[in-house]
């Protein structure tokens, strides 16, 4: 079944942001994460659990930019990170791993955004 997209309102993103989660279900907070992230940084979900560290780069004036090709087009990106999508990085550096955030797979993480949303109680 084919739906047209819809957008996301103001009001349910900062719903979804600030809903509290079951502490005993780290997973939604990982799904959220990896949602919010892409948000703010613009990013398609394969490319936000594909980036990695080396694609993080400071300029000289210490800004922080995410310079990647996409996994779709391969076309070169360069996104300057915001303040959260900074936040949120920190929050999964110490992880041994080469990717920025841990990997879950799509569907995983589209069932668990369901479940964020119901908590949230979006619209």
Request: include cysteine; aromatic fraction near 8%.
């Amino acid at each position: 079944k084919v739906t047209t997209p819809k957008a996301l309102s103001m009001s349910d993103f900062i719903k979804i942001r600030d809903v509290e989660l079951p502490e005993d279900k780290p997973r939604l907070s990982v799904s959220r994460d990896l949602f919010l992230f892409a948000c703010y940084a613009g990013t398609a979900f394969i490319d936000t659990v594909s980036i990695t560290k080396a694609n993080v780069k400071v300029l000289e004036d210490g800004d922080k930019w995410l310079i990647y090709n996409r996994k779709k087009t391969g076309t070169l990106a360069r996104v300057k990170l915001l303040p959260e999508a900074l936040e949120l990085m920190a929050k999964y550096e110490d992880e041994a791993r080469d990717t920025l955030f841990p990997l879950l797979s799509p569907n995983r993480v589209r069932i668990d955004l369901i479940t964020i949303c119901k908590l949230a109680e979006t619209s």
